[in-house]
């Protein structure tokens, strides 16, 4: 496999070349500032709150803000793996933290379940094509998780459900920024992926917020 083999699947992007994607590479900076915000929550939050996974996540947020930012300035192999790989951590490390901190599992059985979920997210992708919806196909699992667990969490009045929910609503309309890319882009040239990456920046941030005020500790 060519690793520098040029990948261009977005709109504002009609060459190659390091800066060919101006406004893609230019908001990643907005996940930089979530994670700068989150970094700084965290050190606010209490002492029992601060175990080594919150920080993971917020870890995992300049990641994302690094590899995206290297995809859409280099736009090859190599940095769509870098792209990818941090928002794939995310959204499973979180997603076992939920099972901890908002459901309150225990280790073994958050560990279970998050592997089924990505089981059951691999299936899901498999079922269409990659380039389904714009290659969004991919993020519909987190979607649906995110929404359920919120559903869940809200029926059973706990406070972490609502902030959940209008979570789910944002990635909703992040998502269908990022889906209308290619659709939009005879008529808006720069396209709309630049939009994907600043609401999902407010999105991580409000799921780390999220995290740090809501449900148990994650140490037990």
């Known amino acids: 496999m ?3 083999a040029a990948v261009d699947i977005y709109c504002e992007r009609t060459a190659p070349g ?5 406004l893609n590479a230019a908001s990643n900076l907005a996940f930089l500032v979530a994670a700068l915000a989150a970094t700084r929550a965290t050190l606010r939050a209490p002492a029992a709150r601060r175990d080594g996974v919150l920080w993971a996540l917020v870890a995992v947020v300049y990641l994302v803000a690094a590899g995206s930012a290297a995809f859409h300035t280099f ?3 190599w940095s769509l793996i870098a792209d990818v790989a941090p928002i794939t951590a995310f959204i499973y490390l979180y997603f076992a933290v939920a099972m901890r901190r908002f459901l309150g599992l ?3 059985a958050s560990i279970a379940l998050t592997l089924l979920f990505l089981a059951a997210s691999w299936a899901f992708g498999a079922a269409f094509s990659p380039d ?3 290659g969004s196909i991919a993020y519909l699992p987190a979607f649906f998780a995110l929404a359920g667990l919120g559903a869940l969490l809200g029926l059973r009045g706990a406070s972490a459900g609502r902030p959940l929910l209008a ?13 209308i890319d290619q659709a939009v882009c005879a008529a808006l040239p720069i396209g709309t992926h630049y939009a994907w990456h600043a609401l999902n920046a407010i999105l991580l941030y409000g799921l780390l917020i999220t995290a ?3 449900g148990t500790g994650v140490e037990k």
């Open 2 to 4: 060519d690793w520098f």
């Open 18 to 22: 390091l800066w060919n994607e101006p």
């Open 75 to 77: 736009a090859n192999r």
């Open 106 to 108: 225990g280790r073994i």
């Open 132 to 134: 389904a919806l714009n």
């Open 167 to 179: 979570a789910s609503l944002l990635f909703l309309v992040s998502l269908a920024f990022r889906t």
């Open 212 to 214: 740090i005020r809501h």
